[in-house]
């Protein structure tokens, strides 16, 4: 009877055991779908949607680690925003605001830019991180620009509401140091360093309608577009001068050629085949 006892018992725990293994997996594929979620959740609020689903699959577990990396940052933020806040109803400034964010999104999500921060009128974006891209500071000329146009646009339905409202940009390309900053479950992908710092002062100088850089950020861009130059600035946290630009267009071969582009665009599309599909990689646009 022992014996019997015994090897019953046995035979009881093997399901326990089974039982046991079966919700460990369980809990463990819970798990990584949580993180995966998280991840996910925090990708979209600072990529466009192209962006985060490449991140989403990628194996590097050091993605968003501290590094350096050369990007091109701007800063942007509307001229008069102060004043047109004071006088104004707070639900006058919240839907501005949104219909302000809503379209400076869409052209960034356009460009593949990456959004590092936003407050009230003031809104941070950097390209060449965390997906490169070879020609990131033009990419973001091209940006500031297409940003510049819509302001303009949205300027004249403003003024008929009495708001007196422009757009100042600021653009610089250097190195910074780049990853997450903040603490455990509110974390930001943002960029320190000096490369920040210049692009948001020549925001702060700008007037309404300009994009001010540096010169050292016009050499890389300087066939891609006219430029007035400015005064020397005296920017705050900067020892030396610092020579300013006007980004005011594109220059003429430039324009030409995007018109080209455009109109080739707007021609009905062919449909990809199936091995065009499956070769093709998400880089930044």
């Known amino acids: 009877m022992k014996g019997s006892t015994a090897e019953i018992d046995v035979y009881a725990i093997k399901p ?17 779908q949580t993180d995966l979620i998280e991840r996910m959740s925090r990708l979209k609020r600072y990529l466009s949607p192209q962006l985060a689903d490449y991140i989403l699959k990628s194996d ?9 990396r050369e990007i091109t940052a701007i800063f ?17 400034v919240i839907a501005l ?13 356009k460009f593949g830019g990456t959004v590092e921060h936003f407050v009230a009128d003031g809104l941070m974006v950097f390209f060449n991180d965390p997906v490169p891209c070879q020609d990131h500071t033009e990419k973001a000329v091209r940006l500031s620009m297409g940003m510049r146009d819509r302001v303009k646009e949205l300027r004249t339905g403003w003024l008929q509401k009495g708001y007196d409202l422009d757009l100042g940009i600021g653009l610089a390309a250097g190195y910074a140091a780049v990853g997450n900053i903040g603490f455990e479950g509110q974390l930001d992908y943002s960029a320190v360093g000096n490369v920040t710092n210049l692009a948001s002062r020549l925001c702060g100088a700008a007037k309404g309608g300009q994009i001010l850089t540096d010169q050292k950020t016009l050499t890389q861009i300087d ?28 220059r003429r071969h430039v324009e030409v050629e995007k018109r080209f582009n455009s109109g ?7 449909p990809l085949t199936r091995s065009k599909v499956q070769g093709s990689s998400i880089q930044c646009f």
């Open 16 to 32: 326990f055991e089974a039982l046991q293994e079966l919700n460990r997996s369980l809990i463990k594929k819970v798990s990584q």
């Open 60 to 68: 590097d577990p050091d993605l968003f680690k501290s590094h350096r």
């Open 76 to 92: 942007l933020d509307l001229r008069g925003f102060t004043a047109f806040s004071d006088s104004a109803e707070p639900e006058e």
């Open 97 to 109: 605001l949104r219909s302000y964010h809503a379209e400076m999104g869409k052209l960034i999500f």
């Open 223 to 250: 066939s891609l577009v006219q430029a007035e130059p400015l005064e020397e600035l005296h920017l705050k946290g900067f020892v030396r001068p610092v020579r300013a630009f006007d980004i005011v267009s594109l």
């Open 264 to 270: 080739r665009r707007s021609r009905p599309a062919r």
